[in-house]
């Protein structure tokens, strides 16, 4: 019979709590090249495996049960079918694993399916009528003077109150 490596001990411990953790027969953690990969085996389905966005470290291994837990507590509630959206929610309403959004990939995103994938407009068209008000919205996310999506909205279309175009003056008030 082949000898398994388990690891350290800290790694059997991690894959023991894992396995005999209450709702949790069904997942497992493994090292995937360095970061911990989650795999859930429901009774009824298809399996799914998703890596955590922690490195298989002995410091991440309270976190990442934490995550597990809440992740495959939302499967087995019927919140989700799929285990990275779970792990996706479960980060999501934690305020210590809470996934950091890059804002500038956000944009730079936005600019490549308009101009790559849905309407493909051209580059006369993002930068005059789109990239003014994207430049201005990340620079007040980055200034932290946007809360929520309305205040971001409002934030980033004050600069250009009362005017038909970005590069036109200001319309003068009517006298009534």
């Not at 922690?54 to 809440?70: C, H, S």
């Not at 003014?132 to 999506?149: C, F, M, N, Q, W």
Request: glycine share 8%; charged share 25%.
């Amino acid at each position: 019979m082949p000898r398994t490596n388990k690891g350290a001990p800290w790694e059997a411990n991690f894959r023991a709590s894992i396995r005999t953790a209450d709702g949790l027969q069904a997942v497992t953690v493994s090292n995937a090249g360095g970061s911990i990969q989650l795999r859930f085996r429901p009774k009824e389905g298809r399996s799914q495996a998703v890596r955590l966005p922690m490195l298989w470290e002995q410091g991440n291994v309270n976190k990442a049960t934490l995550l597990i837990n809440r992740a495959v507590k939302a499967l087995l509630e019927g919140k989700t079918d799929s285990l990275a959206a779970a792990i996706t929610m479960s980060q999501d309403s934690s305020t210590t694993m809470r996934r950091e959004l890059g804002w500038p990939a956000v944009a730079d995103g936005l600019r490549d399916v308009l101009m790559n994938h849905r309407n493909e407009i051209r580059s006369t068209t993002w930068r005059d009528n789109y990239q003014p008000y994207v430049e201005e919205a990340l620079r007040l996310i980055e200034a932290g003077k946007a809360s929520d999506g309305h205040s971001l909205l409002r934030g980033t279309l004050a600069k250009w109150s009362g005017r038909l175009h970005p590069e036109l003056p200001a319309a003068s008030p009517c006298a009534t």
